[in-house]
């Protein structure tokens, strides 16, 4: 067999980290794919990013890593994975304040598009948020019980959203706020 592939999902279900399977349009593998496709685009963000940046992409790629092995674990194996805590949510918080006091706020609705960066890190966000209610979803149906998951993701948007203005103000009179139709 191939080190590739195994076949075995050919079934349309998938392998959870102790025993047991999933159907692969599970909520749960829904939320998976949701949170693997925000690091994909955290992943595009950060080729864009300067060094600073970029660290603080590479390392919200490595927790959510860590929040995607705790979501794919049974219910008795959860606890083994659990890595995510409130310190992840402060060091969030922090990235904020710190981007945060060299940006203007918007003030409003902004359009993206200003540069790539910025557009990327728009689209990191709204992927967030899906990901965000896909978690609010397994948590109201107990499958996941950590809660700290679904405060990560929501801080998380926050983030991005703030990194997204600071992008769009690089080179540019600032990001380009959403107007009616003409």
Do not use: H, W
Not at 32 to 61: N, Y
Not at 122 to 135: D, G, K
């Amino acid at each position: 067999m191939s080190r590739y592939f195994t076949g075995i999902g050919d079934d349309g279900t998938t392998g959870l980290l102790g025993d047991g399977r999933v159907k692969k349009t599970d909520a749960r593998m829904e939320t998976l794919g949701t949170i693997d496709e925000l690091s994909a685009f955290l992943g595009l963000a950060r080729s864009f990013s300067i060094r600073d940046e970029g660290e603080i992409l590479k390392k919200i790629q490595a927790s959510l890593y860590e929040i995607m092995a705790e979501v794919a674990a049974t219910q008795e194996n959860q606890p083994k994975y659990r890595k995510i805590g409130e310190e992840n949510i402060l060091s969030l918080e922090k990235n904020i304040e710190s981007i945060s006091k060299n940006v203007k706020s918007p003030g409003g609705f902004i359009l993206p598009g200003d540069n790539r960066k910025a557009a990327t890190l728009s689209v990191a966000r709204t992927v967030c948020r899906r990901a965000e209610r896909r978690m609010v979803e397994l948590l109201n149906e107990g499958i996941v019980t950590n809660k700290i998951l679904q405060a990560y993701l929501n801080r998380l948007s926050s983030l991005l959203f703030v990194m997204e203005v600071q992008a769009a103000s690089e080179g540019t009179k600032g990001p380009t706020p959403a107007k009616g139709q003409d």
